[in-house]
């Protein structure tokens, strides 16, 4: 297939670059950089079948030559406001890039008859009354809250790619992802994963704000990867869930990299700092995945720490 892929720069979006080529799939990435890391594709630079475009999603996309398939995964999507590339200092941005993107990217794969696949997220549940989020779950979402833009923005590309799928036959999929760790996440993103192991190895006490019991479920990189692309290839248009059903606290999270760095400092508790509107508990169900997909993760939370540690190590001693 030839393949058009936006957000390609980003930590998802350059790793699905990665198993799309090596699948022996052409692949013409998109992206900004406003969140996006240039280093993602440095080592693409001189593959023949992978071409980068400089572009924002937001603007009309006019790309020559037929496309077999769309990926629309451009979008900020840290929540964290301290973080330059969090999407609550760059609101307008990410509620572009879940409507103007999102059509721009829908009409070019109407134009191509291409299939077309949505990076939608976990937060369409918002701070669930549900567990664990199973897909015919509506959501208990604050569409005017510190979240709103990123909810609101992956909200409505749902409903407009259902429009487009029921009204103008396009071939579309949407998957709702979860927390997803792993090699080159940014430095200075200000999640949770690589906020905790840069802390670990700089031997400083972890931060947890809060108590530590809100949970999340966190699927490595590769696995998820492996997800989205089986979704892809299928002919499954509602909305499935990609993620990890292993369900851990932050406070357990921060025990396991403490531990896997050696780092003795423990945790600080700190009152405020969480976003609004933050779950307390975030876990999918992942029946459809596995029945529909074939698919499941399997690598463990400590593997796939290990693996993450390594990256962070490096780039930190580079840095």
């Known amino acids: 297939m030839r393949v058009l892929l936006t957000g390609a720069a980003g930590f998802l979006g350059s790793h699905l670059c990665d198993r799309l080529l090596t699948d022996g799939h052409t692949v013409v990435g998109l992206d900004n950089f406003v969140t996006g890391n240039r280093e993602n594709l440095v080592h693409l630079v001189r593959n023949k079948d992978f071409t980068f475009i400089r572009q924002d999603v937001s603007s009309q996309i006019n790309l020559p030559g037929k496309l077999d398939a769309v990926l629309h995964f451009a979008s900020p ?3 964290n406001p301290t ?4 999407y609550p200092n760059l609101p307008v941005e990410t509620l572009k890039a879940g409507s103007l993107g999102t059509f721009n990217t829908l009409d070019l794969a109407r134009i191509n008859k291409s299939r077309y696949l949505f990076a939608s997220t976990s937060e369409i549940y918002g701070d669930p009354l549900e567990h664990p ?3 015919t779950y509506w959501g208990h979402v604050n569409p005017v809250g510190p979240r709103s833009m990123y909810d609101e923005a992956k909200r409505f590309s749902e409903a407009l790619i259902m429009a487009y799928f ?3 036959g396009s071939d579309t999929r949407i998957a709702r992802i979860f927390n997803t760790y792993g090699p080159r996440m940014r430095l200075d993103d200000g999640r949770v994963v690589p906020s905790f ?10 931060t947890i704000y809060g108590d530590g019991r809100q949970t999340r479920s966190f699927c490595y990189v590769d696995d998820l990867v492996d997800g989205i692309y089986r ?3 299928s002919d499954e248009h509602l909305p499935v869930n990609i993620g990890n059903e292993s369900e851990t606290s932050i406070l357990e999270f921060a025990e396991i990299i403490n531990r896997l760095t050696n780092n003795n400092a423990g945790v600080e508790y700190h009152s405020e700092g969480r976003l609004g509107n933050d779950p307390e508990r975030r876990c999918p169900d992942i029946s ?3 029945s529909l997909l074939g ?9 796939g720490l290990a693996h993450t540690i390594g990256f962070f190590k490096e780039k930190m001693r580079l840095k």
């Not at 973080?83 to 969090?86: E, L, M």
């Open 133 to 135: 989020q199973i897909e």
């Open 166 to 168: 029921r009204s103008k």
């Open 83 to 86: 973080s330059p590339f969090g």
């Open 231 to 233: 979704l892809l290839l």
């Open 197 to 206: 192991i840069q802390q670990a190895l700089r031997r400083e006490p972890l």
């Open 295 to 303: 698919w499941e993760p399997k690598v463990a939370l400590e593997e």
């Open 288 to 290: 459809r995945a596995r």
């Open 77 to 79: 999507a840290s929540p």
